[in-house]
Nanobody, 117 residues
């Protein structure tokens, strides 16, 4: 199983950016999908998550500005009204049941989002 994230880049404060992360491989089922981020010198933190049933959860710092969505194999993060403090490497995380029936956490490679004028 592999996760491939894309969509990071440089954006001005107040701008918008979209991230996506797609899972591939021997997958039976994908349960929760999440986005985390890690800013320089800080610990990794949960940004948003979405269950297989569509229930969403957001960090207080992004509530109302970020929107998480998903389909069977891909999670998306629509980010708007971006602030310099949103600058970080963003990682996707899926809980996947593999075709062998084994469940586990999988991480994408990270994509850098830089918010700067």
């Amino acid at each position: 199983v592999q996760l491939q994230a894309s969509g990071g880049g440089l954006v001005q404060p107040g701008g918008s950016l979209s991230l996506s992360c797609r899972a591939s491989g021997n997958i039976l089922n994908t349960n929760a999908m999440s986005w985390y981020r890690q800013a320089p010198g800080k610990e990794r933190e949960l940004v948003a998550s979405i269950t297989s049933g569509g229930s969403m959860n957001y960090a207080d710092s992004v509530q109302g500005r970020f929107t998480i969505s998903r389909d069977a194999a891909t999670v998306y993060l629509q980010m708007s009204s971006l602030k310099p403090e949103d600058t970080a490497v963003y990682y996707c995380n899926f809980f996947i049941i593999s075709g062998l029936g084994v469940g586990g956490d999988y991480w994408g490679q990270g994509t850098l989002v830089t918010v700067s004028s």
